[in-house]
Nanobody, 120 residues
């Protein structure tokens, strides 16, 4: 079994910055992709950013140029640096991982979510 542990989040003023971290632990054979999604009430969960195959970075259109994702392979961790935050970035942010726990078995995992609120 694999677990995703999130840290970071909280309240920040518009224009400010926050950092989210997510570490995968447990039975990890290989990580296919790790990243972050977000969700607000009444809307579908949307991609914020992820890293696929260790180097391909994908960003949601609304965060391009403001957010940056990086990965620490040794720690099975991804870090999301969020700059120039806007009120519309307010959401629950979920860590996501597509991970092989054995050579042949892979599953999608989710963290429990962390609240990010951008408000003055």
């Amino acid at each position: 079994q694999v677990q995703l542990a999130e840290s970071g989040g909280g309240l920040v003023q518009p224009g400010g910055s926050l950092t989210l971290s997510c570490a995968a632990s447990g039975s990890i054979f290989r990580i296919v992709a790790m990243g972050w999604y977000r969700q607000v009430p009444g809307k579908e969960r949307e991609l914020v950013a992820n890293i696929v195959g260790g180097s391909i970075r994908n960003y949601g259109d609304s965060v391009k140029g403001r957010f940056s994702i990086s990965r620490d392979n040794a720690k099975n961790m991804v870090v999301l640096q969020m700059n120039s935050l806007k009120p519309e970035d307010t959401a629950v942010y979920y860590c996501n991982g597509r991970i092989y726990s054995t050579e042949t078995r892979h599953d999608e995992y989710w963290g429990q979510g962390t609240q990010v609120t951008v408000s003055s």
